[in-house]
């Protein structure tokens, strides 16, 4: 008897989470559930960059005030955003970038520059993770210029130094090889915003305009929310 009513309560709750997807993906378009993949993958490839970062730059795990393992700083990053009192300029997260690469500071470069990118990326998705048919569209142009913004940033990874010596290691030589992994993760970001931006565009009619500033490594373009 017990085992029979185990069955029929397993039953009933497969049969309650297949109708709870089937409710959810009814109030779904198909931009959204294009955004909710595009959203999913941003994500993963800012954690993995974060990751790669803090594995070939260990000194500055060490230099935070706050968390003493990766985990611990990755929670930080990508904790739920409150959106009554996010930065709605877009500000804090290119101060946080900028700080991270300020000779004079003297923490956890990392944690910071990987706050103020996944801000900036979380921010071109208006501070949410899945989306559905009632939410307000995103703006093609800010995912646009989260991508410029990353170039930005890699223009920085590759171009600071400190008494002759990269402030931050990325590409490294292996078997008299530059390792390029980095690159790529970077390239796959790049084109994650890109694509959506464009979706996104095309669906509204829209063009998007993906604007040089000729020295890209002077400038961050805010994304406020």
Request: glycine fraction near 4%.
């Amino acid at each position: 008897m017990k085992k029979l009513l185990f069955i029929a309560l397993l039953i009933l709750l497969i049969s309650c989470k297949k109708e709870q997807a089937f409710i959810s993906n009814m109030a779904k378009s198909d931009i959204d559930i294009i955004t909710d993949i595009h959203a999913k993958n941003a994500k993963e490839y800012t954690k993995d960059l974060i990751i790669k970062l803090y594995k070939l730059n260990p000194k500055y795990l060490e230099k935070n005030d706050y968390f003493n393992n990766i985990s611990d700083v990755m929670t930080d990053i990508f904790k739920e955003v409150d959106h009554k009192t996010v930065d709605k300029t877009g500000q804090k997260n290119i101060d946080l970038i900028l700080k991270g690469f300020d000779k004079k500071f003297n923490g956890d470069r990392i944690h910071l520059i990987g706050k103020g990118l996944y801000g900036m990326i979380h921010a071109s998705y208006r501070y949410k993770e899945k989306f559905y048919l009632i939410d307000k569209r995103l703006d093609p142009q800010k995912l646009i210029n989260s991508a410029i913004n990353i170039e930005t940033l890699i223009w920085r990874l590759t171009n600071t130094r400190d008494n002759d010596e990269l402030l931050i290691v990325t590409n490294t030589m292996e078997k008299n090889q530059v390792n390029l992994s980095f690159e790529r993760l970077f390239g796959k970001l790049i084109q994650n915003q890109e694509n959506i931006s464009y979706i996104i565009s095309a669906q509204e009619g829209r063009i998007v305009e993906k604007v040089t500033t000729g020295i890209v490594s002077s400038l961050f373009l805010p994304i406020g929310f």
